[in-house]
Each structure stands twice: as C-alpha cells, then as structure tokens.
C-alpha cells in the first residue's frame, strides 16, 4: 500500500491495521469531474435558473450551522449555496451516466459513465459546463446514491487506560480534570470505514447517549458505514472510547458524526471528491470540528499523482476544500502522513491546507517520529502546525481488544479530542481563536521546524491564553481558597477549584434567600495540583442574580462564595 494511502498505523503484532490493496481491472476512466460556472440566479446561462440565494441560508444550512457562524461572525457567502437544481435537472435528463456526487463548494458534480459508448467531453457542449477531467478507473456496478442514514460522570485517573498517556502530553488532563471532557461539541470524523463501531463495548456508552451519528458513505456502497475497514474504528476510539481501565479517550463526551471518504480498495483521484461531499454534508448540520486521518499524494493511475510543488495549499481539491470548510469556522485537524522516512518525506494533501491544524507524531518522550511527515509547504508555510502522541497509541481492535499501534492517524484525533475540550470551556471563541491558541501554547512555538512545527500544545497554557477568569494560573495560598469561574457566567455552568488539604465530600448551591437550589458530591478526580475541582449547571429557568455556593466536608462548611448568573 503506497505512502499516500490510509495513515495506517503499524501495531504490536506488526500487522497492518489497514485491509491489503485488491486489484481492480479496467481499461477505461469511467469517472468523471465535471465543473460549471455561475450559481446565482444573475449568473446563470439562458433556460437556467435557482431558488437558492444568500438571504434565505435556512433553506440549504442547518440551524446550528448558521450558528455557528453568526457565533464566528462568519457571513454566509455564495460559496454555500447549492448548485443550481436546474444544472443538475440537465444531467439528469441525458443518457450514459449518472450523477453520484455533488460539490456547492466546488460548484462541480462527479459523474459515472453507465454507458461505454458515452464520451464525457460532450458535456462541454453545455453551456454551463467549463472542464471535465478523469478521476477514477473502476469496475463492476454504478450504485445508485440512498439517502442520508438517520441520526441514530467523573472517573479516576486509572480508569483512563491507554488513554492517560496522551491526555499527559498535552496537558489535557487539567481539562478533564475540570469537567471539559468535549459535551456539546459535535466532531466529523472522515475516515475509511468503522467496521464493529456500531457492536463494540468502547463505544456502547457513547450510542446509548445518542452521541455517534451517521453522517454519509459518500461511496454508498453495500454495508454502508460500518464495513469495508476498521481504520475509522480506530481512529474514533482514541476521541470517543469509554472503556473504562482499558482505554478512554481525549473527549470521550463529544458527539461524533462519522463519514466514509476514503475506497481502500484503489486509490483514485475521486477520493479527495468523496472527502469534499462528506465536508460539505458536515458543515451543513453545524459540526464544530473536522478530523481527517488521510493524505493524498500519490495514485494508482500515475497521472494522477500530486508533486511536491501542489502541496501549496490551494493546487489539490481536497486541500482547498479543507480551507474552506476551516473559513466556515470549523476547527480542522488533519494528520502530517506517514511518509517522513519514505522516498515522499514531506506532508501529503490536505495537510498542506492553511487555517488547519495538520499533526505530526511524537513518542511518549516527546521525540519526533521518524515516519511523521515533514514541512513546510511548498509556499514556505510551517508544516506540521503542532504534534501529538502517535508511536504505541492506545486504540481499539475491530475484536475488542485494546492494541497499540504508529501512526499520525492518531495523533491527529488524539489532538482534535483535546481540542473540542478546550473550545467547550471558552464556547464564545471562534475556531480560529481556538487554533492559535493550541499553536501557541506548544514548546517550539518561538522557534518552530520543518519535522516538528510548533511542537507539542500544552493546553493549560492554551487555556490560559483564552481564560479572562484566572483559573489556569490559579495557584495555591496561604489559607484554603476557592476558586469560582467563569463569574459572572453567561451559560448559566460553575466550576470552581478548592485548594485546602481537607477534601471536601459535597457541594451545595444557594439562592440569594438562602434556598438550597442543588447539591452534589465532590468528583474523586483533583487536578494535576493535587487541588479539588468540579462543575455544576444551573437550570435554564433559573433567574439572573446572585448565588451561593459553599463546599462541606467533615468539619461542616470549608468555604462559601459568591456567583453572579447573567445571561
């Protein structure tokens, strides 16, 4: 399998976690890129026309994705609306090929000739119709595209498994430690397949929550999401894995919506097309973040193949798209490749993307591995953006078990988990806000290289970059003190940090008339301080004011403080 395919990593056993290559016969392309110009209705040849425009974004993105960009202060552009219907009703209505992918991005459709008698470049015939290009060679039966599936606590640090080493490195463990374990944060996850995700026990507690969703096989092909590789499975059990003394991820509360982009079967040039239609689909229900655990360079057909020279972020389909979707505010996290050591060396597409974090791999002492790609671009930009664990990762076997495995197909989830927790603790930044502040919190980042980029995030100091409360350089005093944040809170969460030496066992949370509104227990797990720490959530109806909130343990009452709800 060439340096281009799978990220795939190598495991204990020495096998490969990804399937072998089959080969696949045919003499002629039949797949087929075809672009059009003009999208609003001005724009459009005679006998053509749309109902789309920029001021009705409700008709074509969800609700939560004009959220998030009105959060972001992100304007919904032409670049987000649909390809004219009647573009496609054309197509539709000729013989000898069918439409199997759609890009309003791109403002292109891929197409697959049914009929061999059909050439393809009659379609420059039409007047909306400027370049037709090969994309892939494939045998057998052209599916026809279904519909989009259906959507379908506090632990001790050992519970944490294989999971804890990576949480350490980044100093993600202080997150966790404070409750931001990645709720309300919604993650596509673009990969090969997730064979068993939908059976085994690592990911039992993440479906009984509602929390995996199916996104789109954008092959449609028979077995759907959950066959043809367990790359994916993988690649998800090191976010979303609650195996607990197994192996527990870096967001094991985030909801994931899964994609299968990736044919590992052959490898074509239509790949990058099945990852633009998977973005797309993402960006439209209003996922937050973005990651993709593969990189193209090199093909089957070697006419196909990428150079060095298109890694400038814009040459590549997949890489402009992967810009585009970080512009519409999602925070995108790509892994570096496999190909440091191999004749390639360099990252491969879409890591070359700008606005992205592309991740590189490191050992658990923080060296670079040898097999992580290496920048810059080919623009001169700094590639890797920052690095994580990826040499004896902790993952999940398609047999249940729990293996070890190389690959910067893991320390690109591994980071894109701790990221969603550090956006959950500061949901007003924009995606934007949330990667310098990753990019500047890693220990190389004033003297950034070419194999390790800005090197590896500390996400307690990211968080301090974000923080206006104090809590990340929160130390402890002389007499016990209690730290209570944010304060005032707009959300309506409390979180606080107690660092006296008796611990306290329960917390309560008061009216101003001294009504006990909640209480709780005190979670086992301290922050890397050895210091007390938990949250709680006011309910929606509660009023704005002021609030009380006191911890108690064996003598009574430990300390009180005040908190100001303003919504």
């Not at 090191?238 to 197994?246: N, P, R, Y």
């Not at 066992?505 to 007390?532: M, N, Y």
């Amino acid at each position: 399998m060439n340096a281009s395919r799978l990220l795939c990593a190598t495991i204990a056993c020495a096998s490969l976690l990804c399937l072998h290559d089959q080969v696949h016969g045919q003499t002629a392309p039949n797949r087929f890129w075809v672009q059009f110009e003009g999208k609003l209705s001005e724009e459009l040849p005679a006998g053509h026309a749309t109902p789309y425009t920029v001021d009705t974004p409700f008709d074509f993105l969800s609700p939560k994705a004009i959220y998030r960009r009105a959060l972001q202060n992100i304007d919904v552009t032409p670049h987000d609306v649909p390809i004219p219907p009647s573009y496609i009703d054309s197509l539709h209505a000729m013989d000898g090929f069918k439409v199997i992918l759609k890009s309003k991005w791109f403002n292109a459709v891929t197409i697959a000739v049914t009929d061999s008698a059909f050439d393809p470049m009659t379609l420059l015939e039409l007047p909306m119709v400027t370049a037709v290009k090969n994309v892939q060679y494939v045998s057998g039966d052209v599916r026809e595209p279904g519909a989009v599936p259906p959507v379908r606590e506090y632990i001790e640090r050992s519970a944490y498994g294989g999971g804890l080493a990576p949480l350490e490195q980044l100093n993600a463990d202080w997150l966790h430690g404070l409750g931001f374990r990645g709720d309300g944060m919604t993650i596509a996850v673009l990969d090969a397949g997730f064979e068993n995700t939908e059976s085994l026990p690592i990911f039992q507690r993440a479906w009984d929550d509602g929390r995996i969703q199916e996104g789109l096989d954008a092959m449609y092909s028979q077995g759907g999401l959950f066959a043809h590789h367990r790359h994916g499975t993988a690649v998800l059990g090191t976010m979303a894995g609650h195996l607990e003394d197994s192996l527990i991820g870096t967001a094991p509360d985030a909801t994931y919506v899964l994609y299968r982009t990736e044919d590992a079967y052959s490898e074509y040039l239509i790949e990058e097309d099945y990852w633009v239609a998977a973005a797309e689909h993402a960006d439209s229900i209003g996922v937050d973040l973005m990651n993709t655990s593969l990189g193209y360079s090199l093909f089957d057909d070697s006419t196909m193949n990428h150079v060095y020279d298109d890694l400038n972020g814009t040459t590549t389909r997949i890489s402009q798209a992967a810009e585009w979707a970080a512009q519409k505010g999602i925070l995108c996290t790509t892994s570096a490749g496999n190909s440091g050591a191999a004749a390639w060396h360099y990252i491969t597409a879409p890591a070359d993307a700008d606005g992205i974090l592309t991740v590189g791999a490191v050992d658990a002492e923080g060296q670079h591995a040898a097999f992580s790609g290496w920048g810059p671009t080919a623009d001169g930009r700094i590639k890797p953006d920052v690095m994580a664990l990826g040499v004896q990762a902790a993952f999940p076997f398609a047999d249940s078990t729990i293996r070890r495995g190389n690959g910067t197909s893991f320390s690109s989830p591994i980071l894109c988990g701790a990221a969603a927790c550090l956006w959950q603790a500061f949901p007003a930044s924009t995606a934007q806000e949330i990667r310098f502040a990753i990019t500047a919190s890693a220990h190389l980042y004033e003297a950034p290289n070419d194999s390790m980029g800005h090197g590896i995030p500390d996400f307690r100091k990211a968080f301090e970059l974000l923080d206006e409360a104090g809590a990340a350089t929160w130390t402890a005093q002389t007499a016990p003190e209690a730290l209570i944040f944010p304060n005032p809170s707009s959300d309506g969460i409390l979180r606080w940090l107690y660092n006296g030496d008796e611990p306290p066992t329960a917390w309560q949370l008061f009216d101003a008339g001294g009504h006990l509104l909640d209480e709780g227990k005190v979670p086992v797990w301290s922050t890397a301080e050895s210091h007390f720490q938990g949250h709680t959530r006011i309910a929606d109806s509660s009023p704005n004011g002021t609030y009380i909130f006191q911890l108690t343990g064996g003598d009574g009452v430990l300390v009180s403080r005040r908190w100001v709800l303003m919504r």
